[in-house]
C-alpha cells in the first residue's frame, strides 16, 4: 500500500517536471492556452495562385484603368495606323476597291527615287526644316537675351513674343496671306510709305521669294517659343558667371559667345526637336496659303503627300511619302531620345 502511494506521487512529481513551461500535449498547451498549429507546406499550384493573388493586388494592376484605355488608344489609331499605312505603301491599291495583301513590293518607292517632283519637295523640306529652325532659334536667343537684360516691360514684351504660338496654322497662313497681297498687303504698303516702292514684289507668287516667305512667317509665329526656352536657360545660370567674366575684362558679346551660350546647349537641343517637328507638319500652314499646288518652288513632301492621295487617288503612292516623312521624324526625335535615355532623363 505504502508503495502504491510512493509510486502515484513520484510518477505526479515527474509529469509535472515534464509538462512545466510551455510544453503542449495534444494541442493543449499546460499553461491554459492553445497551441498555434504548424503552417501546412504551400504546394505548387498554391504557390502560382499566390503569386497571382499578389500581382492583382499589386499597385501596377491597379493602375491599369488608369493607363490602360490610353495606352489601348494610342496603339490602335496611331501605332496600328502607322502599320497599315506600312502596310498600303508595299501595294499598288489606288483608294478603289479592296487593297491586295497577296503580294508586296518596293515599287511605289522605287518610283519616288525616280521622280523629279519627289526630289523637288524633299529638298523644299528639308530647305524648309534648317532655314526654319536656324533662323528662329536666332531670333529667340536675341529675344531672350534683351528680356533677360531686364529691359522695361519685359513682361509685356514676353507675352507679346509668345502670342503668336498660339495661332494654329490656319489662322497664321491667313493671316500672312493678307500682308503678303501683292496690292492691299501691309509689306508691299509699308515699303511703298518710305518709298522703297521699288521692293514690292508678289511675295507668294514670285519662285524665287516664295519659300523665304514662309520661313518668315513660320519665324514670326515661334521665335516667342524659342524666346521662352532659352529665357529659362538664361535664369538658371548663376549671376556670379557674369560678373566674373565681367571682373576678367570680357566684353558683353564676348561673355555671352564664350561663357553664356555655351550653357544653353540642353535649351537649344530641345526648342530644335520642337521646331523641326513643326516644320515637317506644317502642311495645313501651306495648303491654306498655296492648296494643293505650291509650285516646285515651295512644294513640301506633305502636300505632295495629299495630293498624290486625295486629288490623285493614288494611296500607295501617297502612303509611301508618309513613310518617307515618318522616317524623317524618327530621324529628329530618335537622337534625342537616345541622348536622353543615356543620360537617365527619360
Known amino acids: 500500500m505504502l508503495r502504491a502511494v510512493f509510486n502515484f506521487f513520484r510518477r505526479s512529481d515527474s509529469d509535472g517536471h515534464a509538462g512545466s513551461g510551455t510544453a503542449e500535449t ?46 489601348f488608344l494610342v496603339t490602335l489609331f496611331v501605332y496600328g495606323a502607322i502599320g497599315w499605312n506600312t502596310i ?34 524633299a529638298r523644299n523640306t528639308v530647305v524648309l526644316l534648317v532655314a526654319f529652325t536656324v533662323v ?50 501691309l509689306i508691299n504698303e509699308l515699303l511703298r510709305f518710305v518709298g522703297l516702292g521699288a521692293l514690292t514684289t508678289a511675295w507668294i507668287s514670285d519662285p524665287t521669294t516664295k519659300l523665304g516667305a514662309v520661313v518668315f512667317a513660320l519665324t514670326w509665329q515661334f521665335s516667342g517659343y524659342a524666346m521662352v526656352v532659352y529665357l529659362a536657360g538664361l535664369q538658371a545660370i548663376p549671376r556670379d558667371q557674369y ?47 498655296f492648296g494643293t499646288q505650291p509650285g516646285p518652288s515651295a512644294d513640301i513632301l506633305a502636300v505632295m503627300m495629299f495630293r498624290e492621295a486625295f486629288a490623285k487617288t493614288n494611296w500607295a503612292y501617297g502612303s509611301a ?9 524618327l ?16
Open 136 to 185: 528662329t532659334l536666332a531670333l529667340g536667343l536675341f529675344l531672350a537675351i534683351l528680356v533677360d537684360r531686364g529691359v522695361r516691360f519685359e513682361n509685356g514684351f514676353r507675352t507679346i513674343y509668345l502670342l503668336p504660338m498660339s495661332l494654329s496654322f490656319v489662322v497664321t497662313a491667313i493671316f500672312w496671306s493678307w500682308m503678303y497681297n501683292p496690292d492691299i498687303g
Open 88 to 121: 498600303i505603301s508595299l501595294t499598288d491599291w489606288n483608294g478603289l476597291g479592296q487593297p491586295q495583301y497577296d503580294s508586296f513590293d518596293l515599287s511605289m518607292y522605287t518610283q519616288l527615287l525616280a521622280d523629279p517632283t519627289f526630289r523637288v519637295a
Open 331 to 346: 530621324g529628329v526625335i530618335g537622337p534625342y531620345l537616345f541622348r536622353q535615355h543615356q543620360r537617365g532623363e527619360l
Open 26 to 71: 495534444d494541442g493543449l498547451r499546460t499553461d491554459g492556452g492553445t497551441a498555434e498549429a504548424p503552417p501546412e507546406p504551400t504546394t505548387g499550384g498554391d504557390a502560382a495562385v499566390s503569386r497571382l493573388k499578389d500581382a492583382v493586388d499589386g499597385e501596377f494592376a491597379r493602375s491599369i484603368p488608369f493607363w490602360g484605355p490610353p495606352a
Open 321 to 329: 511619302i508618309a513613310m518617307v516623312l515618318f522616317l524623317m521624324t
Open 243 to 289: 560678373e566674373a567674366a565681367r571682373i576678367d575684362g570680357a566684353s558683353t558679346v564676348r561673355m555671352y559667345w564664350r561663357v553664356i551660350i555655351p550653357q544653353l546647349r540642353s535649351a537649344t537641343t530641345s526648342a530644335a526637336v520642337v521646331l523641326m517637328v513643326f516644320a515637317l507638319k506644317a502642311f495645313d500652314f501651306m495648303f491654306v496659303m
